[in-house]
């Protein structure tokens, strides 16, 4: 849809995003997405249907909430909400709790500013593009908004439903004595994050877990790690856990005050699965953006890695389709298999952790210092035009001549920016001074061929 919600693509790759106000993302285009939401997924049902519906803590939240549960009523819905919680607990409330579907209010790691919607089936998992295609068909036919309705019964007992499920999983993990720093990025995990680590033992130690409706991922969560660092280590902690605004992602910081990335956190779990002949078929799923470092790391103990396209939704569907029960992204969008429902949680990947360091006893930098990241080079090129790079024939021969070097131990990333006239080379490996000298020999190839000017 274009900027005033009627053209073009409505869903992304990670649901419905952008600026609260503009485009879709006003209270009368969400009624009548709710409207035709209602409609398409309730095709069919017999008898009462139901959904739940929360958001993460944006001052928009709470009124683009009453909006799609506008519309969702106009088309035969119960509506409850979970009110503040995350993503991951969302999802995964609307299975255990046997909702029809969900619908998080939620722009993830975005500035306050944005927002967005994120829509899950009846098992927990994001609709399929053919569904969300349908919805945008149908609401281009009939966009007409929803003006009246009840607004959302808010239930607690959600909440407490969501934590049982996380007491369950980790039923033999307690924490006493160890000092966590807990940073929630001012988002959805605010309440829930502080409450499991504290029925559990430990002395929490909550940064950002204060959500005002206009400071979530405001300088903290995992995409803004420095401050957590700075608690770990002013509080002499044990650890520290990030979660982003939607908690979906976790990133760690070692008692050091190091940080622990989705990729170290990916070699950490693997690595102690691997050693306990619980790692089915010896492999994990990551994606083109985890380092060079995870591979060698995995390559160590025997475990493969199955790479695919950035997105959860494509860890996801690897996950399934191979038979693997662990993958993830750099971010630290950790997802695991039937043992979590194929849901990415930050929550539930802290805990893993935490089990994880418990089992070994050892502390988090000894086991997260089994990957080293590979040094990489970002050259940007400014372009006049951006044809297909893999055929321009003198960079698609330079780089397989400079691959064919690497042994498997570096890589080449050649893509377009999205909003700019770039061309982005990227380069990883062993070396450093060499890599560099390659990025900047494709980067010459590349300006001579569609440079600008």
């Known amino acids: ?36 939401l209602g409609t398409v997924l309730g095709a069919g049902a017999r008898g009462p249907q139901r959904a739940i519906v929360g958001h993460d803590g944006r001052r928009s939240g709470p009124e683009l909430e009453l909006a799609i549960t506008r519309g969702l009523c106009a088309s035969g819905f119960q509506v409850t909400s979970a ?6 607990g969302l999802a995964i409330l609307t299975k255990l709790s046997h909702f029809d579907f969900g619908v998080m209010i939620s722009a993830s790691h975005n500035p306050t500013e944005d927002n967005g919607i994120k829509v899950f089936g ?32 808010l239930d607690p007992r959600l909440e407490e439903a969501y934590l049982a499920h996380l007491q369950g999983a980790f039923s033999e993990l307690r924490l006493d004595g160890l000092a966590i720093v807990l940073d929630c990025a001012n988002g959805g995990g605010s309440r829930v994050a502080p ?5 559990m033992g430990a002395h929490g130690i909550p940064i950002a877990c ?40 976790c990133l760690l910081v ?12 990916l070699v950490l779990l693997a690595r102690h699965a691997a050693r306990r002949g619980l790692l089915p078929k010896s492999r994990i799923v990551a994606t083109v953006m985890s380092n060079r470092g ?17 997105g959860d939704r494509r860890v996801v569907e690897a996950l399934k389709s191979e038979g693997l029960a662990l993958g993830g992204e750099q971010s630290g969008h950790i997802v695991f298999g039937s043992d979590n429902h194929f849901i990415g949680d930050g929550i539930f990947t802290a805990l893993r952790v935490l089990s994880v360091l418990q089992s070994e006893g050892r502390h988090l930098s000894e086991l997260a210092g089994a990957f080293v990241a590979f040094p990489q080079v970002l050259v940007n090129v400014r372009v006049a035009r951006k044809p297909n790079l893999a055929e321009i024939p003198a960079v698609a021969d330079a780089v397989q001549r400079i691959e064919s070097t690497f042994g498997g131990e570096g890589r080449i990333l050649l893509r377009y920016s999205g909003t700019e006239p770039l061309a ?21 190839l590349v300006a001579r061929e569609i440079g600008e000017g």
């Open 83 to 88: 009110g503040l919680i995350t993503t991951p």
């Open 195 to 199: 409450r499991i680590l504290g029925r």
């Open 1 to 36: 849809m274009s900027n005033d919600g009627t053209q073009g693509r409505l869903f992304g790759t990670d649901g419905i995003r952008g600026r609260y106000g503009e485009g879709f993302l006003v209270p009368h285009r969400v009624s009548a997405l709710g409207r035709v």
């Open 254 to 265: 070692d008692e050091n005050g190091t940080l622990v990335t989705g990729d170290a956190i």
């Open 122 to 153: 009846p098992e927990g998992n994001k609709i399929p593009d053919l569904v969300e295609e349908e919805i945008e068909r149908r609401l281009r036919d009939d966009p007409r908004p929803v003006e009246g309705g009840p607004g959302p019964g």
């Open 294 to 310: 995870l591979h060698r790391a995995l390559r160590e103990v025997g475990v493969d890695v199955v790479t695919v396209g950035v």
């Open 210 to 249: 204060s959500p005002d409706g206009d400071n979530i991922n405001l300088h903290c969560g995992s995409t803004h790690p420095a401050g957590l660092q700075e608690a770990v280590r002013l509080h002499g902690a044990d650890l520290g856990i990030a979660l982003d605004g939607d908690g979906d992602r």
């Open 424 to 444: 982005r080379i990227m380069v990883e490996g062993p070396d450093e001074a060499c890599i560099r000298s390659q990025a900047q020999e494709i980067a010459r």
